[in-house]
């Protein structure tokens, strides 16, 4: 007899039939798999429970979570905050027989089962708290509670952020508070400033209304994390919303605590309450919409009612950062960052649709990060965990590291996609011209972790001058970087937004004044100072069009600019021989390795000389205009600095 034949039991003889004898065979059958794999759990929901294990936490952090989500949560309502269950208590929404139900409420901690008693006495409504889910516990609540997420084919979340698709500036309020209002760059007509005052106040009572909004949910989404890679300078940051979409896209965006940190995680220095489904009141003071994004720096909170766009987080934290790193030494800068085999660290400055996040992601040097940077007595650091890129006309063939990047875990935001294949259309602005991708830095497969690198050896001023009158490299002076550094011009051109219908010019000081805290002359000091210490040359590029302005000529193929940086890497240009440009007084290569010549001075592949003139004297003329704001050097530069900043710039 064979092996096989041994150890099988002879089910012949256990024959199915309508006699007695059938039965008992029968019974022996069932006794037979019984045996072989014996149930393990009572009911379908104990051995649901089965489907997943529980890690050992450190004894007692449940509970001290809980308490400091718990006083999160506070409210005039709830003064005391609320109790808090960090997971869904499957007894309160599975049926389940009285054994399970026993067995799941024995996990309970105290604090949880005195809610339990509690509830009944005064009424509260628990509040269910999910609290630094996985990524895949994320997506499942997505799929489940929002009916506009989706998996694409790449296995990205695919999602929408409601009626803002974008950023609303004009209704960002900062609270004046005796601590920190002369530091602030405040609103003011024609300042340029993008603080606008809101007092305490209305603050409160703005945060009170997220809070009790919040408060009233079936489910929270709680999220901690930090900002800045450099553990002496990083900030805990904690995010309170109602959308998984918002908790999984600032674990991507966030830098992500290791269990360990998560349990020591303690009070949070800065909570953002995102209760933005729920609008503002219109008839609260400050207010000039239903949406509001609030921050206070003495409560070292910020509130966002009336928008769901998930990029107000991102630069919320990235505003916090502005003020705070400064205060200490560390300029904090808009920008991406990179690094060479040999350590040199290379940063990138520029604003939308310039080729940032695209320039900074270069196969052959590892990314540092792709947007927002300090720099540090010890060099720079990134102060995010994940990139945020624009996704509309992403292709591989053009950006590989990003377009690989978008994997499982990758949120989509705001882009179509074919019902059927599940396949992402990224040409489609149907829903925006601002769709974007956001995924955990390490989805880049050659970035540095963790995220810091030495100092800046190259600094890379990017515009897309769709004028056509700027040349596509020039080596900037130390008063030029900080001219260009404050200026931070860019041009937006017909099609990108409503009522633009030829070029129009935009600068942004510092290339990000939209998140600047303190006056522009404040960050331009410290980046002159840091380049003048550690020997750092800065560069102006322009990856905008040449031959012509926007509808006339063309635009810089990103190979030549790719050049053009490899030049600049390499040290080609540091030795190259320089022509010095009319009216803007840059200095401009005669020559760049496999960059044509004839388009390293823009007059050169212009036409018509006589329409370049009055083009190039006209943006020139724009920048004198829009640096007058700026003359005064703000408290952070002398008079003779300021002149010396402003005699650096074009001369129409």
């Not at 905050?81 to 997971?87: A, F, K, S, Y």
């Amino acid at each position: 007899m064979s092996s096989l034949d041994m150890d099988t039991p002879n089910l012949t003889a256990l024959k199915l039939n309508n006699n007695d004898d059938s039965n008992k065979g029968g019974g022996d059958l069932r006794r037979l798999v019984s045996e072989a794999h014996p149930p393990r759990a009572s009911d379908v929901t104990a051995l649901h429970a089965l489907q997943k294990t529980k890690k050992e936490r450190v004894e007692g952090s449940d509970d001290a979570r809980a308490a400091s989500i718990s006083a999160s949560l506070r409210s005039t309502t709830r003064e005391l905050g609320p109790r808090i269950i960090t997971r869904e208590p499957r007894h309160l929404y599975v049926p389940q027989s009285p054994r399970s139900k026993a067995a799941a409420e024995a996990d309970h901690t105290e604090v949880v089962k005195e809610m339990f008693a509690e509830m009944s006495d005064i009424g509260l409504k628990p509040v269910v708290v999910f609290h630094n889910l996985a990524v895949s516990e994320l997506y499942e609540h997505s799929l489940k509670y929002e009916p506009t997420s989706h998996i694409v084919s790449s296995g990205a979340l695919a999602t929408l952020s409601g009626a803002k698709t974008g950023r609303s500036p004009r209704d960002k309020r900062v609270v004046r508070d005796p601590s920190s209002e002369a530091d602030i760059w405040w609103a003011k007509p024609g300042a340029g400033a993008p603080n606008y005052e809101m007092d305490e106040h209305t603050f409160i009572l703005n945060r009170e209304r997220a809070v009790d909004y919040l408060n009233t949910l079936d489910r929270i989404y709680v999220l901690d994390g930090f900002a800045g890679w450099e553990p002496e300078s990083r900030l805990k940051i904690r995010i309170v919303c109602g959308r998984p979409y918002h908790a999984l896209f600032m674990h991507n965006m966030l830098i992500r605590p290791s269990e360990n940190e998560l349990a020591e995680f303690g009070t949070p220095d800065f909570t953002i309450y995102n209760a933005g489904a729920f609008p503002a009141n219109r008839h609260t003071s400050y207010m000039t919409s239903s949406t509001s994004i609030d921050v206070s720096l003495e409560h070292r909170e910020m509130v966002i009612l009336g928008t769901q766009y998930a990029g107000e987080m991102k630069k919320g934290v990235f505003s916090l950062m502005n003020y705070w790193l400064p205060k200490r030494g560390i300029l904090s800068l808009h920008s991406g960052c990179n690094e060479g085999k040999d350590g040199d660290v290379t940063m990138f400055f520029g604003l939308s649709g310039t080729g940032k996040t695209t320039l900074s992601a270069d196969p052959h040097r590892p990314l540092i990060g792709d947007d927002e940077h300090g720099w540090g007595d010890n060099g720079v650091f990134n102060i995010e965990g994940g990139c945020y890129a624009k996704a509309i006309g992403l292709k591989h063939e053009n950006e590989p590291e990003i377009f690989d990047a978008i994997r499982f875990g990758t949120i989509l935001e705001n882009v179509v996609f074919d019902e059927d294949s599940r396949l992402v259309d990224y040409n489609s602005n149907s829903i925006t011209e601002n769709t974007r991708a956001s995924y955990p830095i390490e989805f880049i497969s050659n970035a540095k972790i963790p995220c810091i690198g030495g100092h800046p050896k190259n600094v890379i001023m990017l515009c897309c001058d769709a004028f056509g009158v700027l040349p596509p490299v020039a080596k900037l002076t130390s008063q030029q970087a900080m001219y260009y550094f404050i200026s931070g011009y860019t041009a937006k051109v017909a099609g990108t937004e409503q009522g633009v219908t030829e070029p129009e010019a935009t600068f942004s000081a510092c290339f990000g004044s939209a998140f600047l805290m303190w006056h522009p002359t404040k960050y331009a000091n410290m980046l002159a100072e840091k380049m003048e210490r550690h020997g750092t040359t800065a560069w102006l590029i322009n990856t905008g069009w040449t031959a012509g302005s926007f509808g006339t000529g063309h635009r810089f193929k990103l190979k030549h600019t790719r050049a053009i940086i490899d030049a600049i890497h390499s040290g080609e240009l540091t030795a190259a021989e320089y022509d010095t440009m009319p009216v803007f007084g840059l200095q401009v290569p005669k020559r760049v390795t496999n960059v044509p010549s004839e388009v390293l001075m823009p007059s050169n592949s212009w036409a018509d000389q006589e329409g370049y003139s009055n083009t190039l004297n006209n943006l020139a003329k724009l920048f004198v205009e829009n640096f007058q704001k700026f003359e005064d050097g703000g408290g952070h530069v002398t008079a003779d600095e300021a002149h010396k900043i402003l005699s650096a710039g074009p001369k129409p």
